[in-house]
């Protein structure tokens, strides 16, 4: 099931389609909406709960160069709406979506000015990790961000075996990291196969990230990485403002609320725009039991 759905994310028919149909299909569970201004919408109601938030504007895996420019476009409009609205939000970009696949220069100027208008509004920007073809490019190009921008910050994926060493390499960048377990379809010479692993990974990086004094955000709804996260901070006398916790929209809200009542920072990765098809695709994969649900909203 799981690797069916990992499979269906890809499809660019299908894709292109579910651009056309607009949200379907119990979509907007995990998706805020279409528009920015149903993003701000919904945002301010998630802050008014007590969380922050980081808004991504979906799309991913760009081919060709206006429609790159154009997405770049829309995060520099997303920047000025969370300004113009007070919505306390960050953003979260992906570089195929910037123009990876096209061109490396086209992609790091798509950046620069997104950096750029964030710094701007005192704002935060965080580069998302997608699949392992992309992930070296995307270190090396957080890399020379980092060099010009202090606003910026990366993912890392603990289902892969290289990413403890990145996350070494990255000390002296003192790179803000958000941490995850990763959601691509990986081969087991690149990825741990088993969720014990991937889940024992994750427990030894956000040790790593905590100790090393960069600001980490831990993103899971997994219940025993986020105990483990409380002990370890308290064990070690981690200030509150050295780390947060991240899930996305529409999953595990009640714990959200939980975490923010026990004193925690929660960020919520809040996704909207019309190319919804391979995210949700992705939030199915990961659960069975929304495919229930999905096709529960179909025949309504
Ligand atoms: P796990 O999958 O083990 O789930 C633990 C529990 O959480 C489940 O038992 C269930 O109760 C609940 N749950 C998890 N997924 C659910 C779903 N879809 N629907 C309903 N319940 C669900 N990945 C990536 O490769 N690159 C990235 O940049 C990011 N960015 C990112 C940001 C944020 C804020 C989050 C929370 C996650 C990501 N991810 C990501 C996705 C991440 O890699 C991973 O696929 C998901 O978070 C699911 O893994 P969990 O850690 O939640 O654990």
């Known amino acids: 099931m799981k690797n069916f759905f990992l499979f269906l994310s890809k499809n660019r028919t299908l894709n292109r389609a579910a651009k056309k149909w607009g949200l379907r299909f119990g979509a907007n569970r995990f998706v805020a909406g279409e528009s920015i201004d149903e993003a701000m919408a919904k945002g301010k109601e998630l802050n008014d709960l007590g969380l922050l938030c980081t808004f991504d504007h979906l799309g991913e895996f760009v081919k060709d160069e206006p429609e790159a420019i154009d997405a770049a ?42 950096l750029k208008r964030a710094k701007q509004y005192d704002n935060f920007v965080r580069i998302d990790m997608e699949d392992s073809a992309h992930c070296a490019v995307t270190i090396e190009i957080f890399k020379e961000l980092r060099r010009e921008f202090d606003n910026v910050g990366l993912v890392l994926q603990a289902y892969l075996y290289r990413t403890e060493q990145d996350l070494r390499d990255l000390i002296p960048y003192r790179a803000n990291l958000r941490l995850v377990k990763g959601a691509y379809k990986e081969p087991p010479d690149i990825a741990f196969p088993d969720k014990k692993d991937v889940d024992a990974n994750f427990k030894k990086l956000i040790a790593l990230s905590l100790e090393q004094g960069a600001y980490t955000a831990v993103a899971t709804h997994d219940d025993q990485i986020l105990q483990f996260t409380k002990n370890f901070v308290k064990e070690k006398g981690i200030p509150l403002d050295r780390f947060e916790f991240q899930m996305l929209y529409g999953i595990r809200t009640q714990s959200q609320l939980q975490l923010v009542k026990e004193g925690y920072t929660v960020r919520v990765y809040v996704p909207y725009g019309n190319d919804w098809y391979g995210y949700f695709m992705r939030r199915l994969a990961e659960r069975p039991a929304n495919v229930a649900f999905v096709l529960k909203g179909m025949f309504r």
């Open 73 to 114: 476009e829309f995060n520099l409009r997303t920047l000025d709406a969370i300004h113009r609205t007070g919505v306390k939000s960050t953003l979260s970009v992906k570089l195929t979506q910037m123009g990876l696949d096209i061109s490396r220069e086209l992609c790091i100027a798509n950046m620069r000015n997104i």
